[in-house]
DNA sequence: CAGATTTGTATGCTATGCTTACGAAATCGG
DNA sequence: CCGATTTCGTAAGCATAGCATACAAATCTG
């Protein structure tokens, strides 16, 4: 499904004949130094930068996972949310889950669009709209939390119960 | 700089008169169960939730600390990467980073519009294009490590130093 | 040599996230 | 109670990031 380079493994370049034209020795370095690992220097120290190559990791099985579903993280976290709070309002979703009014709203609108989610006013805040499961949108989300199990299993696959809440932990530090 | 909605702290709403027009009580619920941090529910427990959280978190982090350079995560990563291994290729690049050929060139187009590197022919291999910093690349990249290290001590100042090497390594056994 | 693979490239689509701006509604301070 | 401030939803625009697909040239493999 997916040509995806990344699955790619380092294969290791054959030795090269010392006496080709003489390129220089750097670039012969540059492709050649590819071990099993592919050396990243000193930005592996950075823990930024492991954030990100999780992520990117994470996101992409979850993509895959989901994409029969056609579901994205936010889209799942959102339905999620809202069938935990029922009427929730947009602004509480966006605090919530660290977004922006605007980012929230473009969501919703695709949320909102494929009928999983209805739009509602406020009783209590006229500037509200209530937000509301369809009886799809409760269909798809219980369809993603099966597909959400299959994901975690993935990701907790590699740390014992404890590591995993250990990591919860360290990483709830961070955004908290 | 930022209106970032995110900043705003939680105020809890108080204490509503129980018989104003008898609004559900789900959606005042909706609203006013917010104490001092959001009740996210059960998506709480799902470690690509918390992943993807702290990423936006540090990304945001990043990109204020780098607002003035202009420069992106990816950017700084793809620059370090090629002073670390001169000569180096796209492909290498891509592979490293775990990013898909089109989107490395898409940066490396960027970083090249900006005078940071050229492009230039492999002796070894003329399919490749070896990538070097020009001297403003160079220069670019130092500054940019300054703010690295101010980014890093950001994020590393809520661990101990045993708590960040093991950070690491969780988040290395997802990604590796 | 012929076929498969790798590399750089181009194009186009989607998702995400931010900014700025606006109007309506609510809240706060006097 | 009224004016100032804030909140909420919305809209439009911009940048980044990521993916798929397709091509041509170069290289590798059998």
Same mark, same amino acid.
């Given at each position: 499904? $997916?040509?995806?380079? *990344?699955?790619?493994?380092?294969? +290791?370049? !054959? /030795? #090269? =004949? ?12 540059? =492709?050649?130094?590819? /071990?099993? @690992? $592919? ?10 930068? #492991?954030? %990100? ?13 989901? !994409? ?10 959102? *339905?999620?949310?809202?069938?935990? &709070?029922?009427?929730?309002? +947009?602004?509480?979703? /966006?605090?919530?889950? +660290? ?6 709203? $473009? ?7 494929? !009928? ?20 799809? /949108?409760?269909? $798809? ?9 299959? &994901? @975690? ?13 250990? *990591?919860?932990?360290? *990483? %709830?530090?961070? #955004?908290?």
């Amino acid at each position: 499904m $997916a040509e995806r380079d *990344l699955e790619a493994t380092e294969r +290791q370049r !054959s /030795g #090269h =004949s010392a006496n080709v034209d003489c390129a220089s020795d750097a670039e012969t370095r540059a =492709s050649a130094m590819t /071990g099993d @690992e $592919a050396d990243l220097g000193a930005i592996d120290d950075i823990i930024g930068f #492991h954030i %990100r190559l999780a992520h990117g990791a994470t996101y992409r099985h979850f993509t895959e996972t989901f !994409s029969e579903l056609g579901l994205t993280q936010k889209m799942v976290s959102v *339905l999620w949310l809202i069938d935990d &709070h029922p009427h929730i309002a +947009q602004a509480d979703i /966006g605090r919530r889950l +660290q977004m922006d009014r605007a980012t929230t709203m $473009a969501i919703i609108n695709r949320l909102e669009a494929r !009928s999983l989610l209805v739009r509602g006013a406020s009783t209590l805040d006229r500037r509200r709209q209530t937000l509301t499961l369809t009886a799809t /949108g409760h269909e $798809a989300l219980i369809e993603a939390r099966r597909c959400i199990d299959e &994901h @975690e299993q993935w990701v907790r696959s590699r740390f014992t119960k404890r590591e995993a809440t250990l *990591l919860i932990e360290l *990483l %709830r530090r961070i #955004h908290e």
